[in-house]
């Protein structure tokens, strides 16, 4: 491909690096040039995720031995805690999304608080750009550094900030009750995630201290332009991929859940990758399964002046990967579905 955008994916032995490979294969407008992996160094990429097999592809290498003059893009899947001095090391004309959380949080002391260490980028925090892509489309499209957002803020964020806008909600009283998949934990070898911890059961896990609870405040604080704090718990539940949050919110006198789901309706009614469901709809993880999609679904609560909210997406997808592919599109004015066009994956 003469046009193609040659494209790197660091931490590609990780499940978003491979849920980033699988979507990047039918891109048509990508090319695959470089797959990191410090300790699969060497291998190939079937050899770690074998329905690769059969396809040409680089083979893992470190990132020292990528050859960054024939880079274009880089999507970088590595851990928490070691992107920030890997992306400053980069040259300047790459354009990067980092699916981390190194870069989402834009106040450096918050992110010291909650991920144990100083910030080690400072100067290229203040030029990344949060990648929530319906909600800030034109400052991905100028972007270099695009923060990927969590898959709970995702799931959070685009059914309420809308509504905290219009204030049609009190930004005071928001619960939100979420539901991961236990792909969401990666791939590292960690107890929770053995079969036995998590099959036939789910926990509340992250109580009243999950890292991505600044992040979501941080976002519905912009939107109301005031610090806000929400009650946000999250939950393992017993399958591999997909998202569910419950939100409770209070409405604002004379508003109703209907009157909210017409807001959401208008807000998102050219956006390819949300579905407001029709009223009396509730949405369900397995309807998005392998997607870039958000279902989102709005109910009157029984109890007067309050509404629920339910917002679906897969984790790997709209969480992670594929919004990170809807980012790349919009930062090189691509159509923003390119690549993205999956139907469910249902049964």
């Known amino acids: 491909m003469a046009d193609a955008i040659r494209v790197a994916i660091l931490g590609a032995s990780g499940y978003t690096g491979a849920e980033l490979l699988r979507v990047l294969l039918r891109h048509p407008r990508v090319r695959i040039v470089a797959l ?18 059969g396809i040409n592809l680089p083979k893992l290498v470190t990132i020292k031995e990528v050859d960054w003059s024939g880079v274009d893009a880089v999507f970088c899947a590595l851990p928490h805690g070691t992107t920030q001095e890997v992306i400053a090391g980069l040259p300047q004309h790459l354009k990067i999304v980092d699916l981390s959380a190194d870069f989402r949080l834009r106040d450096i002391a918050e992110y010291a608080k909650w991920y144990g260490h100083e910030h080690r980028a400072p100067k290229l925090q203040q030029e990344a750009v949060y ?24 799931s959070a964020e685009l059914p309420l900030i809308p509504l905290l806008q219009a204030d049609q909600i009190d930004p005071d009283d928001i619960v939100i009750d979420a539901k991961s998949g236990v792909s969401g934990a990666g ?95 509730a949405p369900q993880t397995r309807h998005v399964r392998g997607t870039n999609m958000t279902h989102i679904g709005v109910f009157a609560d029984r109890v007067k002046g309050r509404a629920m909210l339910f917002s679906a997406i897969d984790n790997l997808m709209k969480g992670a990967s594929g919004q990170a592919v809807q980012n790349f599109n919009v930062m090189y004015g691509l159509p923003e579905t390119m690549g993205l066009e999956q139907i469910a994956l249902f049964p």
Request: a neutral charge; proline letters at 7%; hydrophobic letters at 35%.
């Open 131 to 154: 990648g929530l892509t319906e909600l800030y489309r034109k400052d991905v499209a100028a972007a270099r550094l695009v923060a990927n957002p969590g898959c709970y803020p995702t």
């Open 36 to 53: 990191t992996a410090d300790r699969k160094a060497g291998e190939g990429i079937d050899t770690v995720f074998p329905q690769f097999t």
């Open 187 to 281: 791939r590292a070898l960690k107890e929770g995630s053995l079969y036995c911890e998590a099959s036939e059961g789910t926990h509340a896990y992250g109580i009243a201290s999950h890292r991505h609870g600044p992040e979501i405040e941080q976002m519905l604080s912009e939107a109301v332009g005031r610090p806000i704090v929400v009650n946000f718990t999250p939950h393992l539940m017993p399958m591999n991929r997909g998202m569910l949050s419950s939100i409770y919110v209070k409405t604002r006198p004379g508003v109703s859940a209907d009157d909210l789901r017409a807001t959401l309706l208008q807000r998102y009614a050219n956006e390819p990758f949300i579905q407001v469901l029709p009223q009396g709809v």
